[in-house]
């Protein structure tokens, strides 16, 4: 079961991750993304990380439907009416990724992996917790730092005008810059 | 179902993004392709945490790492392409390639 389980999930991630550069539309090439993620999800509950697999879905559905309104922003192509070809150097990349598929798989084969040591934990979720707070605390307080500094990244880049571009660097002008005045006309 | 089969599955998805991250024009296209590379990447933590060292929990820790990286990759993507746009009408990554060479 688990093996059609296996070979299912991983031809879908690969089918939907590839229908990612052929589809038209760009909305239909996100949701494209999104089946590709799941199908990954699923190989890694089939892993028995239940926990993270469901993170992954839950995540990727919402990361998706936010692509999908930005992908809608920026849509050179609506509904994929018309056929879509934007690519640049696509022979190069070709065979850059196909090079590149290659040399991972002869490695893959070539490399004499390490036996498998110990056994998986009953618990596999409890088990990433206790590390997570114990162990891996560094991890986590990078990751949360970096999510943080992500936050007010993105918010200064997403800025169109701020309170530094109205009042001036040390924001003492006596009057904000705005292109259009408000007020009284005082 | 071995390790190498899983990894050539998380091969496979990385060439694929990389190849949608060399190609593509659209930005929104080519971060599409980055997601996709670290898509594999899950993939490969994953099996290696079940058949290399299963007992304790550090391929589950990078997954959460990766997964993380997905995120502020794509906020931060997001961000970069809305300001670039507001700044120069810009969407495309031909037209932003001031510091070609």
């Known amino acids: ?186 | 179902m071995t390790l190498e089969l899983f990894l050539l599955l998380a091969a496979g998805l990385f060439a694929i993004g990389l190849y949608g991250a060399l190609s593509q024009q659209s930005v929104v296209m080519l971060m599409m392709g980055l997601e996709l590379m670290l898509n594999g990447v899950i993939v490969a933590a994953a099996a290696f945490w079940y058949y290399v060292a299963p007992a304790n929990a550090d391929g589950q820790v990078l997954i959460i790492v990766v997964i993380t990286a997905m995120a502020v990759e794509m906020a931060a993507g997001f961000a970069v392409v809305t300001a670039i746009f507001r700044a120069r009408d810009v969407d495309m990554t031909d037209m932003a390639a001031d510091l070609a060479g």
Do not use: C
Not at chain 1, 35 to 58: K, M, N, P, R, T
Not at chain 1, 66 to 76: D, P, R, S
Not at chain 1, 103 to 124: E, H, M, N, Q
Not at chain 1, 166 to 184: F, K, N
């Open chain 1, 1 to 186: 079961m688990s093996v059609v389980l296996f070979w299912v999930f991983g031809i879908g991630a690969v089918v939907t991750g590839f229908l990612v550069f052929r589809l038209d539309s760009m909305a239909q090439v996100t949701f494209a993304l999104l089946a590709s993620f799941l199908f990954v999800a699923g190989e890694v509950v089939l892993l028995g990380l239940g926990y993270l697999g469901v993170v992954i879905i839950l995540m990727m559905v919402m990361e998706m439907v936010i692509m999908a309104v930005f992908m809608i922003m920026y849509m050179m192509n609506p509904a994929g009416l018309m056929p879509m070809a934007m690519y640049h150097n696509k022979r190069a990349s070709v065979l850059i990724s196909v090079g590149t598929f290659v040399a991972l798989a002869a490695g893959i084969f070539v490399v004499d992996w390490p036996a498998r040591s110990g056994r998986p934990p009953a618990d596999t979720t409890y088990a990433l917790g206790e590390s997570l707070m114990g162990p891996q605390m560094l991890t986590m307080m990078t990751l949360g730092f970096v999510l943080f500094a992500t936050i007010l990244a993105t918010v200064l880049l997403a800025t169109s005008r701020g309170r530094y571009d109205r009042l001036g660097d040390d924001l003492r002008a006596a009057r904000a810059d705005d292109p259009v005045h408000g007020g009284i006309g005082r």
